[in-house]
């Protein structure tokens, strides 16, 4: 499905990604962890266009999306859930998932994320702005199905949150993973990361430094200490 | 009374074709946030595009529909050749617009050349609506007519169409817009183009009331300004109370202190914004 090859990044001058390999397969869960600063979220954006590689190849599907403009990202089939939620504040709840509708023909639609989703329903007419954290989330999370993905990018999507919302988006991934939806998932909270995900890499200075499948690592306390701080 | 009754209603219909600009001017400097000092010369542009459709032709409807297509034309090319090369270099984008002003000026002088010009308006809309005495020209009632059609079409497109929230999406956070699927540099490229058609529709209308000639370009440009910045930057509501406000100090300015016109107009702005630094509607 994904598969990303020997990515370097920079930002300006700093140069953040030395090349990352990975690859997301059909329906699989893949957890990026490491600490802050270690260029998780500059491979979440350099995936989806917002900050282009300067080196290294993005096939998605078989396609070389590498330095694409993300709109066009989007619409072969890649979902966002950005770190922050960066919902947009002035348009309402209804807004925000109306103008996310791409693919048509695709399983999601305003009333199925409603579903998913009941908090947004009730919400559908407030400004996004106004929302609390952990709606805003689920806003963000509802407005990425919207552009019907087959990989969705989430970026710390329980970044803020409390333990119960925690569970309750760990419940989400799980569900839109039994719907055969393919996830690269960024996350600090690592005994959720490692509920849902099919295999794991740690990042550490923009390289992958350790893979292994989810149960490996909760064993792995030299892993642990030195590269996720715990 | 009649004084009153009569100058409020003059500066309401100034007010209606200040906000055919500004209205423009509010989507590309107010939404996109480029400072556009081309502005002006959409609007003097339309003004000469319709008075040559005019003269070939006869057809006001046509002239404004001409110049409008035109000038959105020729926004266009400005915008993909040069502005969007420039997002967030309020500098660039200075330089840059005034420059294309002074090159359309003298274009707009090498082609039409000194002599001032009134765009004849079709007999249908000249007169006036006589109530004893007081007179309303019935073209000042058309330009009223007119913006008003053009703010709640504005209004509708913005507020309650997906093209409109994704404007607004764009506005609000142009790098996520792109993150789920708005196609920005389209949405960034049609608003340039609603801008300039806007302002060049305001030339072609404006053109029968006050004129084409040398210099109307940098004359209105200010006034612009002044509508979307004391009405509030990205504000349809604040470039609508803010053109008939701005309408009307000009007029009762010239009409009653005419050698303070210009302060009369501007001491007010410079309270609203002492009071309220992002304008009336405007957002924080």
């Known amino acids: ?230 | 009374m009649d004084f009153w009754i009569s100058q409020v209603f003059n500066g309401i219909s100034y007010g209606a074709l200040l906000f055919l600009l500004a209205g423009g001017l509010t989507l590309i400097f107010g939404m996109m946030r480029i400072i556009n000092l081309t502005h002006g010369s959409y609007f003097l542009l339309g003004g000469y595009v319709g008075l040559t459709v005019i003269w070939r032709t006869g057809s006001f409807p046509l002239a404004i529909l001409v110049g409008a297509v035109a000038i959105a034309v020729l926004g266009v090319v400005q915008w993909r050749l040069f502005l969007h090369r420039l997002a967030g270099e309020e500098l660039g984008q200075v330089l840059t617009t005034v420059g294309f002003a002074l090159i359309f000026q003298d274009l707009a002088l090498v082609i039409w050349g000194g002599e001032p010009y009134t765009i004849p308006a079709p007999a249908a809309l000249t007169g006036a609506f006589n109530t004893g005495t007081l007179y309303f020209p019935v073209y000042r009632v058309f330009m009223i007519g007119v913006a008003a059609v053009v703010a709640v079409v504005l209004w509708f497109v913005l507020e309650r169409t997906r093209v409109g929230a994704m404007m607004r999406a764009t506005v609000d956070d142009a790098e996520m817009a792109g993150g789920v699927g708005i196609d920005v540099r389209r949405i960034s490229m049609g608003v340039f183009a609603l801008g300039a058609l806007l302002a060049a529709g305001a030339g072609v209308v404006g053109g029968a009331f006050v004129g084409v000639y040398p210099g109307a370009d940098f004359e209105i440009l200010p006034y612009a300004f002044v509508v979307v910045i004391v009405g509030g930057m990205g504000s349809l509501r604040g470039a609508l109370i803010g053109s008939l406000l701005v309408g009307l100090l000009d007029n009762f300015g010239k009409a009653l202190f005419p050698e303070f016109s210009y302060f009369t107009l501007f001491a007010p702005m410079a309270a609203i914004l002492a009071i309220r630094p992002t304008g009336l509607f405007g957002r924080a």
Request: charged share 20%; aromatic share 4%.
């Open chain 1, 1 to 230: 499905m994904l598969e990303v090859r020997d990515v370097h990044t920079y930002y300006g001058d700093s140069y953040v990604l030395q090349g990352v390999s990975l690859e997301v397969a059909q329906g699989q869960v893949v957890a990026l962890l490491g600490r802050n600063g270690m260029g998780k979220t500059t491979l979440i954006r350099s995936l989806i266009g917002f900050t282009p590689p300067r080196r290294g190849r993005v096939v998605f599907k078989g396609t070389d999306i590498t330095g694409w403009a993300s709109n066009r990202a989007v619409d072969l089939g890649i979902g966002l859930v950005p770190q922050g939620r960066r919902v947009f504040p002035s348009l309402t709840v209804a807004e925000n998932l109306a103008v996310a509708a791409r693919r048509p023909g695709g399983p999601w639609d305003v009333a199925r994320v409603m579903t998913l989703f009941p908090r947004l329903g009730e919400r559908a007419g407030h400004r996004a702005g106004k929302l609390s954290g952990g709606e805003q989330q689920m806003l963000a999370v509802a407005r990425a199905l919207m552009t019907n993905p087959e990989l969705l990018l989430m970026d710390e999507p329980t970044e803020g949150l409390a333990p119960i919302l925690v569970r309750e988006v760990g419940k989400v991934i799980a569900d839109l993973k039994a719907h055969g939806l393919s996830i690269l998932l960024v996350e600090q909270n690592l005994a959720m990361a490692l509920g849902v995900a099919d295999h794991v890499h740690v990042m550490s200075r923009g390289r992958i430094v350790h893979s292994c499948p989810p149960g490996a690592l909760w064993n792995d306390t030299e892993v642990k200490t030195r590269y996720l701080g715990l």
